[in-house]
């Protein structure tokens, strides 16, 4: 599996966008960029997943480059209640690949 | 109505037990998976069962094993507990195995601590 690098922690203002960057260098042509969140003491989160274009959801966008080295969750208008922990997996879409593999995240403060 | 439930939410037992976690889910899903959430947070995968094939992380020891009455059940059962095996055990289930159409849907959790 392509190994995911993300910041330990982000903070952000309620109402503006939050930028989580996540790398995945390694990452091969038949992979997919999954997001989950979890928030605090909850079960993890589906958010958005993609392989090469850009994709939007009523939660999220997701933003990959071109070389698909590296990718970014955007969360247009934080709020208080998007304080969470933002895991970024890469994964092949089979049969193993649903076996999710949790990296240590992002932990994202939305504040006042 | 909740989609993954999990039973208990909290157990506390004392090391050498055994003892069982349920999970129901009522999406109609194919697959569903065991993770185990440790003190440090980080989650990790357990088992995958789909259509009674049983995928299974090879770092989990045989004291654990899953059971699957039906589709919309899979138990986690442990025998002879640990003191290591305390963590928080999340249940999750999916629409199907393969393919890019995997998200996965979780459960609240059970918080298990081992005495």
């Known amino acids: 599996d392509a190994k995911t690098t993300q910041p330990p922690s982000m903070d952000c203002a309620e109402g503006r966008a939050a930028n989580l960057p996540c790398n995945h260098s390694t990452i091969s042509g038949n992979e997919y960029v999954y997001w989950y969140r979890q928030i605090h003491s909850q079960g993890p989160q589906y958010i958005i997943h993609g392989l090469k274009n850009n994709e939007t959801n009523e939660m999220a966008s997701l933003i990959i480059t071109e070389d698909r080295k590296s990718s970014t969750l955007i969360l247009p208008h934080a709020t208080l209640r998007d304080t969470a922990v933002y895991y970024c997996i890469v994964r092949v879409a089979d049969n193993a690949g649903n076996m999710l593999t949790f990296g240590g995240g992002t932990r994202l403060m939305v504040k006042p | 109505d909740t989609a993954v439930s999990q039973t208990p939410k909290y157990l506390v037992t004392q090391m050498g037990n055994d003892k069982s976690i349920k999970c129901e889910q009522n999406?109609?899903?194919?697959?569903m998976y065991w993770y185990k959430q440790d003190s440090k947070k980080f989650l990790k995968i357990m088992f995958s069962?789909?259509?009674?094939?049983?995928?299974i992380n090879e770092t989990v020891p045989n004291r654990f094993s899953p059971k699957s009455p039906d589709k919309a059940h899979l138990n986690l059962h442990i025998n002879s507990l640990e003191l290591g095996d305390s963590a928080v055990y999340f249940c999750?289930?999916?629409?199907?195995?393969?393919?890019?159409?995997?998200?996965?849907?979780f459960g609240p959790g059970t918080r298990l601590t081992v005495l």
């Open positions: 999750a289930s999916s629409r199907g195995l393969a393919g890019i159409y995997n998200e996965q849907f």
């Open positions: 069962y789909n259509n009674k094939e049983l995928i």
């Open positions: 999406l109609g899903h194919d697959t």
